[in-house]
């Protein structure tokens, strides 16, 4: 069963939040807008309808949860028999893409750590399917029986490249956004997916949403976040 309401905080970017429980599960969240599907919905059932769950393997005999002065940057820590941990947990202000932050700091002692990353689109109804590529791990759904498989979502290439000028991973931002450009067509236009066994451009086409991602990364990696390190 999903945690009390009490026993949440909220973690923001503006455009949308998560819930984050006092046993380090985020149970609620709508991605990448309020108005969009959960994807971590235990908060309405059960684990298996979504959740991020970062907590020590041994039991936890004490849990104090607060905000940072006059942020939602929120500070769980977790005590066991052992040693003790701090999670912190925001949402950065918002520029291509929108990230979960989540970072695990040692206070005391050794406390070996569990991740439980089960993401289900739709409220929980539906498993995506998580494959391993060089850029991280990448969450899809399956297909419905009768329909077409989907492709791969451009926007998400682009949004990629953010997250990791979000992180002064400048040079390899750079390489992922020169990688998705060469998925345009022979004007420069790219549509909503990428058709990977195919390899062409599939969906709604052109897309303003895979264009205004494009945008929105190039902007950042010609402004002044080059300034503070350099490709």
């Known amino acids: 069963m999903s945690n009390p309401i009490e026993d949440y905080a909220l973690i923001g970017d503006g455009e949308t939040a998560a819930l984050v429980g006092r046993n380090g599960s985020v149970d609620w969240l709508c991605w990448p807008r309020f108005d969009n599907d959960a994807c971590f919905a235990a908060l309405l059932g059960m684990q298996e309808n979504g959740c991020w769950r970062l907590s020590p393997t041994a039991e936890v005999r004490a849990i104090h949860q607060r905000y940072q002065d006059d942020t939602l940057i929120v500070e769980t820590d977790l005590e066991t028999q052992d040693g003790a941990i701090r999670l912190i947990d925001f949402m950065p202000e918002r520029q291509s893409c929108s990230s979960v932050v989540r970072i695990v700091v040692g206070l005391r002692g050794t406390v070996p ?33 009768g329909e077409p498989a989907e492709g791969a979502f451009l926007p998400c290439s682009f949004w990629m490249a953010g997250c990791l000028l979000m992180q002064g991973r400048i040079a390899e931002a ?13 004007v420069g236009l790219l549509s909503e997916e990428y058709d990977v066994p195919g390899k062409g451009l599939s969906g709604n086409f052109p897309q ?10 190039a902007l950042g990696l010609s402004g002044p976040t080059l300034s503070r390190g350099g490709a």
Not at 114 to 143: I, N
Not at 174 to 186: K, V, Y
């Open 113 to 145: 750590m569990r991740c439980e990353l089960r993401p289900r689109f739709d409220y929980g109804s539906l498993p995506p399917w998580c494959e391993a590529t060089d850029e991280g791990l990448v969450a899809r759904t399956r297909a419905t029986p």
């Open 174 to 186: 750079r390489e992922q956004f020169e990688r998705a450009l060469t998925l345009s067509n022979d």
């Open 208 to 217: 303003a949403l895979t264009h205004l991602a494009l945008v929105n990364t």
